[in-house]
T-cell receptor, first 112, second 112 residues
Framework: SQQGEEDPQALSIQEGENATMNCSYKTSINNLQWYRQNSGRGLVHLILIRSNEREKHSGRLRVTLDTSKKSSSLLITASRAADTASYFCATYQIQGAQKLVFGQGTRLTINP | SQTIHQWPATLVQPVGSPLSLECTVEGTSNPNLYWYRQAAGRGLQLLFYSVGIGQISSEVPQNLSASRPQDRQFILSSKKLLLSDSGFYLC???????????FGPGTRLTVT
């Protein structure tokens, strides 16, 4: 079963608004990563947050991690049309197979 | 700087034909290499990963195989394609398992 589950599956907002996407996972992790994928392209790494970190910022991105709730959120502030893409969370588990496990993604559409 | 190449970008192959997708990485040595498949609108499924030349780990039983003949070359192959092999194939590399991954542009494979 998928380790990471994103919510919502799709999100449509107006340009300039903030976008929030959530990710839940099931087992203990070493780190959690967020990636962006433009349509028909490869994934681009956005941010990595370790299990001992609670919040991380990168430009207009803010990621939080709550290991007690096994959840993370990605906030994009002041959205732009260029932010239209699919966003995936991926978790690296402490035990088990050494691999990143990706969720199904959130499809974000920014309307001009 | 590091770059990752994949080719071809798109491929249409008949059922039963062979397959060879190639991935090369520049600007780094001894990377971990990965092959993923992505179904339309879905997350990524890890197919194979490699920690060194000739070292291949398979994640799912399937009609595909992988090889790593050189340090920065990763090849995905099939002797006889199935309709179910259609999808978007992504190659990626990382320094270590727990680190962020860097993806190539992908190959869109359609088996007819």
């Amino acid at each position: 079963s998928q380790q990471g589950e994103e919510d919502p599956q799709a999100l449509s907002i107006q340009e300039g608004e903030n976008a929030t996407m959530n990710c839940s996972y099931k087992t203990s992790i070493n780190n959690l990563q967020w990636y962006r994928q433009n349509s028909g392209r490869g994934l681009v790494h956005l941010i990595l947050i370790r299990s001992n970190e609670r919040e991380k910022h990168s430009g207009r991105l803010r990621v939080t991690l709550d290991t007690s709730k096994k959840s993370s959120s990605l906030l994009i502030t002041a959205s732009r049309a260029a932010d239209t893409a699919s966003y995936f969370c991926a978790t690296y588990q402490i035990q088990g197979a050494q691999k990143l496990v990706f969720g199904q993604g959130t499809r974000l559409t920014i309307n001009p | 700087s590091q770059t990752i190449h994949q080719w071809p970008a798109t491929l249409v192959q008949p059922v039963g034909s062979p397959l060879s997708l190639e991935c090369t990485v520049e600007g780094t040595s001894n990377p971990n290499l990965y092959w993923y498949r992505q179904a339309a609108g879905r997350g990524l499924q890890l197919l194979f990963y490699s920690v060194g030349i000739g070292q291949i780990s398979s994640e799912v039983p399937q009609n595909l195989s992988a090889s790593r003949p050189q340090d920065r070359q990763f090849i995905l192959s099939s002797k006889k394609l199935l309709l179910s092999d259609s999808g978007f194939y992504l190659c990626a590399w990382s320094v270590l398992f727990t680190y962020e991954q860097y993806f190539g542009p992908g190959t869109r494979l359609t088996v007819t």
